[in-house]
């Protein structure tokens, strides 16, 4: 009886560490959004000018 419960655990934890990164990624891949849909963010800020440099 106790090879038949460690054949079955460790069948068990084999399909779960293969399936369960599977789908992981695979929700992972199908929640991103392809760079067009998204907004485009500012990296650097624009040059401000301070009135010192407007006075010359």
């Known amino acids: 009886m106790k090879r038949a419960h460690r054949t079955?655990?460790?069948r068990i934890?084999?399909?779960l560490g293969l399936?369960?990164?599977l789908v992981f990624f695979t929700i992972l891949a199908?929640?991103?959004t392809p760079p067009a849909d998204r907004p485009a963010v500012l990296i650097e800020?624009?040059?401000a000018t301070s009135a010192g440099e407007t006075a010359q």
Request: charged share 5%; net charge positive; hydrophobic share 60%.
């Open 45 to 47: 800020a624009p040059a």
């Open 19 to 21: 399936l369960l990164p």
């Open 13 to 15: 934890w084999t399909v």
């Open 30 to 32: 199908l929640r991103q």
């Open 8 to 10: 079955a655990h460790a």
